[in-house]
């Protein structure tokens, strides 16, 4: 990927070396510079704006949440995202209430580690539909990935016909169904920045139940991007 003084970059904090490159192979997928470290303290000599932290739970000098604190005193602001192998209700709460914007569980996948860093930086995922994924995801078949990628389209179709014409903006659970099928649609599909914008859309939906004008139409942008790459 070529660099730049506007490309985002990455703070990824992990003691494990295999989740650690695991980690930078997939934020690379979103157009992202990634500057790892393994331990609070490489990470606190870490240079650099960054527009988004990945921070372990556990690290073998300080714990995440007092290395986040650590951060902030230092003057970084960057949205932060705590990953663990554990990850329950209460240590989720626990994790946002101490700044964490959210929280990645280990292992994921790499569509989720995309749909995760899109979600805060939804600028980053310049790569509408990812051949290379896709393909991978559906075992290197060229004409089947055209076959889905046309249903896809036929089912964005719909999805924008149902919510501006007919009632599907006012039911949440059914919207939450569509949302759900649909980000299964782009794993085959290779749309991650589509996948990202329904994943932010159902977040906002069990948050305050409905969403917003604002809401809606921001997922409708990403819709009508990915179709019109989809028809080119």
């Known amino acids: 990927m070529k ?22 192979a997939a934020v690379a997928q979103c157009d992202c510079i990634a500057t790892t470290a393994a331990s609070g303290n490489a990470a606190l000599a870490a240079n650099g704006a960054f527009a988004l932290l990945l921070i372990d739970r ?23 995202i705590a990953t663990s192998a554990e990850i ?10 101490a700044g964490f914007v959210d929280v990645l569980e280990k292992p994921a996948s ?5 749909e995760i860093v899109a979600r805060h930086l939804p600028k980053t995922a310049s790569v509408l539909l990812d051949d290379i994924a896709a393909l991978d995801s559906i075992g290197g078949d060229a004409n089947a990935l055209r076959a889905l ?4 389209a036929r089912e964005l179709d719909e999805l924008e ?17 569509r949302l759900h099928r649909l980000r299964a649609s782009c794993g085959f599909c290779g749309a991650s920045a589509l996948a990202a914008a329904a994943a932010k859309l159902e977040s906002a939906l069990r948050s305050h139940g409905v969403a917003t004008e604002i809401e809606r139409n921001e997922f409708l942008d990403a819709c009508r991007d990915t179709m019109a790459t989809l028809r080119a």
């Open 149 to 152: 990628r046309g249903l896809l």
């Open 58 to 80: 556990r690290l073998p000098d300080i714990d995440g949440i007092e290395l986040l604190h650590a951060l902030r005193e230092r003057g970084v602001v960057a949205p932060a």
């Open 3 to 24: 660099s730049s003084d506007s490309t985002p970059r990455v703070l990824i904090v992990d003691d494990d070396p295999v989740s650690l490159r695991f980690l930078e």
């Open 161 to 177: 016909r149902d919510l501006i014409h007919g009632d599907l903006a006012t039911d949440p659970i059914r919207l939450d169904e």
């Open 88 to 97: 329950d209700t209460a240590l989720a709460a626990q994790l946002r209430a």
């Open 110 to 114: 790499v569509q989720g580690i995309i």
